[in-house]
């Protein structure tokens, strides 16, 4: 490929993805998907809390970052 076939592909590229949303930072990777009701209830919480204990976003997280907890 040449440089002006490269330069006009991502031109087109970024044209296109201007729109997309991007992710949020955090750690839930259902960010754009809430397809079943039982994902908003404390019993889903409760198990997401203990299958990513320790991950950026959870309470432990931000324990051990801001309060200097280790």
């Excluded at 201007?18 to 992710?23: F, K, S, T, V």
């Excluded at 990513?52 to 432990?60: A, D, I, L, N, T």
């Amino acid at each position: 490929m040449y440089q002006h076939e490269e330069d006009a592909f991502e031109a087109k590229a970024e044209k296109m993805l201007r729109g997309q949303r991007e992710l949020p930072t955090g750690r839930d990777f259902r960010c754009f998907r809430y397809r079943y009701l039982d994902e908003q209830t404390d019993a889903f919480k409760e198990r997401w809390e203990k299958t990513f204990r320790c991950s950026p976003g959870s309470k432990e997280w931000f324990d051990r970052k801001f309060k200097g907890e280790k």
